[in-house]
């Protein structure tokens, strides 16, 4: 494996072992020493043309626990908001020697793009890009429902995930439903139907308008954010109706069995999609995500850049 | 391909291992083995069991997983990691055995030095190996040798342990 761009690229075997890896590197994070010197004298380059605060982060530690010399670039501050094309940002990232780039783009296809062509050699790690798939935050989520209700099992045949909210606009959903149901967990997609893509009728998941009737069947409830940045319409009457429908609440809460869990990939709009004291619950593992999410992009470099560096020119 | 340590053999081997890790080291509540994945873990096991019914006291029984501090991971495809487990007792200020099937070229000790160097600093460190097959590239060598087994830089030493293969025996073969 060369990049990590999309789910839809990794096989089942390939999936557990990621996980695998993250299992035994999250003891490195609780142990006493941080840092592991496996990735020492390799560049990783964050290049994020979107903001982010959790991914960027979170890629930021993974590496430099590996010991690797990161690259921090963001569209803001750098010749991108001048108007430099993917190309010649590329070919610069090439020229200063970079092993690997995490690229976070408004663009759907922008990662692919980056590792079809020949201006740079390195691994492309696709942290986010537009509308299409967000692997890495997938991987971590699937991470966490193993830990919390995998009982041992390398996968997660027999998990029952409801994903709900902005489905349309969200990588995450994409990146999710892929994988979970590689991994054997059925998937629910909940949503008002402006907020379903069109096809979705196709993906291998159950489809519901009602929010309440699933949370009964569910082990994992994942809530999208509503992302009104990419909104150019409006999808529905009002934020209030929208929360009241789909938003999930401590009443809400009670609907689910008590070893369920909520999720949420952050940063989460409290109020509508998440009530505040559900995103503080006790059942809530929206923190403990986040910490999961380095030791996952610890296994997914590792995974890409610790092996063999291959031949120049090879996929 | 040739049988160099046949099921017998492997046992005599690792009860005089036992003894001689023993035996040099007279405060035996202060010993702590760990087994590199996978072939050393299952080693380490069994030679902590015989050491035990000796001693008549538990010896605390680990694993140490290298693959991260490994100076060759560049020039093979990636490797699975294995787990680690320290036992409770930890290894600051014991006297620490670390024990593997095959002790070759030095750099999985040397990489097993690093790794416990990040855990603690033990008293000292001992190497126990079921097999020496020499071919050295750096300045290590085994306290505790099962067999030492002269070979030569084409041929390879495979070890076979019940646990994994279902049958204990160390053969040699022509790559």
């Known amino acids: 494996m060369r990049h990590l761009l999309s789910i839809s690229d990794l096989s089942k075997a390939q999936a557990i072992s990621i996980l695998d890896t993250a299992t035994e590197l999250a003891r490195v994070s609780d142990g006493a020493v941080k840092k592991l010197p496996t990735l020492r004298g390799r560049t990783i380059v964050n290049l994020f043309a979107e903001d982010s605060t959790r991914t960027r982060i979170s890629f930021e530690a993974a590496a430099k626990r590996l010991s690797a010399d990161v690259i921090n670039f963001s569209a803001k501050g750098s010749s991108l908001s001048k108007g430099e094309s993917l190309k010649d940002t590329a070919l610069t990232l090439q020229a200063m020697g970079a092993d690997a780039v995490v690229i976070r783009h408004s663009a759907s296809g922008a990662p692919q793009r980056l590792a079809d062509s020949e201006w740079m050699l390195g691994s492309v790690i696709n942290a986010g890009d537009g509308t299409h798939e967000h692997p890495s935050q997938a991987l971590l989520d699937a991470f966490t429902i193993r830990k919390h209700l995998g009982k041992g099992s390398p996968d997660l045949v027999g998990i029952r995930v409801a994903i709900v909210g902005d489905v349309l606009h969200s990588r995450v959903a994409r990146s999710n439903v892929l994988l979970l149901t590689l991994l054997g967990a059925s998937v629910t997609l909940v949503a008002p139907p402006t907020l379903l893509p069109v096809g979705v009728e196709s993906w291998p998941v159950k489809i519901s308008y009602n929010l309440d009737s699933v949370l009964t069947t569910v082990d994992v409830v994942m809530m999208l954010r509503v992302q009104q940045e990419r909104m150019s319409d409006l999808f529905f009457p009002s934020a209030r109706e929208y929360s009241r429908y789909f938003g999930l609440n401590a009443d809400r809460l009670k609907l689910m069995s008590p070893d369920s869990i909520v999720m949420h990939p952050g940063p989460m709009n409290r109020g509508l999609e998440i009530a505040a004291e559900v995103a503080d619950s006790a059942r809530s593992v929206i923190v403990e995500q986040v910490a999961n999410g380095v030791s996952v992009r610890m296994a997914i470099l590792y995974v890409l850049l610790a092996g063999q560096p291959l031949e120049a020119g090879s996929k | ?175």
């Open chain 2, 1 to 175: 391909m040739s049988v160099a340590l046949s099921a017998p053999d492997i046992s005599r081997a690792l009860i005089r291992i036992s003894h001689e890790i023993l035996e040099a080291n007279p405060s035996t509540h202060q010993i702590t083995l760990l087994g590199i994945p996978t072939r050393g873990a299952h080693l380490a096991l069994r030679i902590a069991a015989t050491m035990s019914q000796i001693v008549e006291h538990e010896i605390p029984v680990g694993m140490l997983d290298i693959t991260m501090h490994r100076d060759d991971l560049r020039m093979r495809p990636p490797r699975p990691i294995m787990p680690t487990s320290i036992p409770n007792t930890g290894i600051e200020g014991r006297e620490v055995v670390l024990i593997d099937d095959v002790l070759f070229s030095g750099r999985t000790i040397r990489a097993a030095l690093d790794a416990l160097g990040e855990i603690g600093r033990p008293h000292t460190v001992q190497l126990a190996v079921l097999v020496d097959r020499g071919h050295r590239e750096l300045p290590i060598r085994a306290d505790f040798v099962g067999k030492n087994l002269p070979t030569s830089i084409a041929q390879s030493v495979k070890v076979q342990l019940t646990e994994i293969d279902g049958v204990d025996e160390v053969l040699i073969e022509a790559i």
